[in-house]
């Protein structure tokens, strides 16, 4: 699905360079991740988590995630091991137990530049790249201690590298098919199922969409499949074979009676999502029009646009955008239909929304000819590092005035 190749760019071209950009995206993502302390519940509580596996020094400590001594399977273990690691190193402190998040983040970044700088040239790529890092989302996502920013760059890489094996029907690439199929064995390690249906929800219809069935059943390669198990299979086996309830608990309990019933905390209707998406990526979400005018003759054009990958430029343009349109309806979509909803969730569409985004941004009659998006990149920039500085200074939810006052609360001898 390559566009016609761009003209060569005026200017100095550093923002081509894989190594600076994404060298500079990790640089951005690290450099605020230890100035505010850990916020209480969520972060404070899968921090010592990780903890508490890093300090068991044995292999079922290890395997088995515990808090407060009992086993907790209320995520699986990806995300602790990434701290576990980075404590073995860092040692247990905030910048450590964040690293899981911030590479979630970075790979989502790297993912969505790589994609769009071989289906829509070097300039819409770093346009892309910027909206998707100065959007509070993804920057304040991407320094938060949980499991949601580590699924969601494991998704936007396993759906990229899955549609890059798709590129040249009726053929399927079959090292960027194992590649998908091995995220999504990761990503399933990050936060269960989701890692699995996600994917499949996105790439699935859109290939029906297009006619290219067989093609979606080329998908299932023994190979690729036999992947996907290797990864994603054996905690889970080990965790059923030692405590029996395992299956129950993770899987009907934490999964589909979650999804099913109106019982659980964080009910909001059918309207949150989109509300949140918007409104957590602002400034950029004021180009959200121009992108819908863009999007406007998806129907008319279907044809064109799914024609195939082989296809002009302007038809692999369409079919690029039909991805992404239809990765964020699908996401948000399954996720709108539960009653509980936390914002992290729709962390998985944050890549394709940014992509819709950037291709408007990027136009020049959407922004001046090209002279306005670079001084709003800058200024949400600035934005995103104040919003930090901010919960930083104030504290809010954390145990920061309890850290200071147990020194003084103990006698000395």
């Keep these: 699905m390559r566009t016609d190749a761009p003209a060569p760019p005026r200017g100095p071209v550093w923002w081509q360079s894989a190594p600076v950009l994404l060298s500079l995206l990790a640089l951005w993502l690290l450099a605020t991740l230890g100035l505010r302390p850990l916020l209480l519940p969520d972060e404070g509580r899968y921090a010592e988590v990780a903890r508490a596996m890093w300090m068991g020094r044995s292999w079922d400590a290890w395997l088995v995630p515990t808090l407060n001594g009992l086993p907790f399977f209320h995520k699986p273990p990806l995300f602790y091991w990434l701290d576990m690691a980075a404590m073995q190193v860092l040692g247990a402190n905030v910048f450590a137990a964040r690293l899981g998040s911030a590479f979630g983040a970075w790979l989502m ?4 530049w790589l994609a769009m700088r071989r289906w829509h040239g070097p300039r819409a790529a770093a346009i892309a790249l910027g909206v998707l890092a100065t959007t509070p989302f993804f920057f304040i996502g991407g320094q938060y201690a949980n499991h949601d920013m580590l699924v969601g760059g494991l998704i936007t890489a396993a759906v990229l590298a899955l549609a890059h094996a798709l590129e ?26 989701i890692g699995f249906v996600l994917p499949a929800l996105v790439i699935a219809p859109w290939l029906l969409a297009q006619g290219r069935w067989r093609q979606m059943l080329r998908l299932l390669h023994p190979l690729a499949v036999l992947a996907f198990v290797v990864v994603a299979a054996p905690w889970f086996i080990a965790m059923q074979l030692r405590y029996p309830g395992f299956f129950d608990y993770f899987v009907m309990e934490q999964h589909f009676r979650r999804f099913a019933q109106s019982n659980f905390n964080n009910v909001h209707g ?11 990526t602002m400034p950029w979400s004021a180009w959200l029009l121009a992108a819908a005018r863009r999007m406007a003759w998806l129907p008319a054009a279907a044809r064109r646009a799914w024609a195939g990958w082989r296809a002009d430029g302007d038809a692999s343009h369409n079919a690029a955008l039909g991805l992404y349109a239809w990765w964020v309806i699908a996401v948000v979509g399954f996720f709108s239909l539960p009653s509980s909803k936390l914002v992290g969730y729709v962390l998985p569409a944050l890549a394709p929304w940014c992509a819709l985004l950037a291709l408007a941004v990027g136009a020049p009659k959407a922004n001046g000819g090209g002279r306005i ?7 949400s920039a600035v934005a995103c590092v104040a919003i930090v500085a901010v919960v930083a200074w104030k504290a809010p939810q954390s145990n920061r005035e309890l850290a200071h006052a147990l020194p003084a609360s103990i006698a000395p001898g």
Excluded: Q, Y
């Design 373 to 379: 998006w670079p001084w709003v990149m800058g200024a």
């Design 109 to 112: 970044g790297a993912s969505l």
């Design 270 to 280: 059918l309207w949150f999502f989109l509300v949140v998406m918007p409104a957590l």
């Design 168 to 193: 040249a029907p009726p053929r399927v690439d079959l090292h960027w098919l194992v590649a998908g199929w091995v995220l999504c064995g990761f990503a399933m390690l990050a936060k269960g199922l």
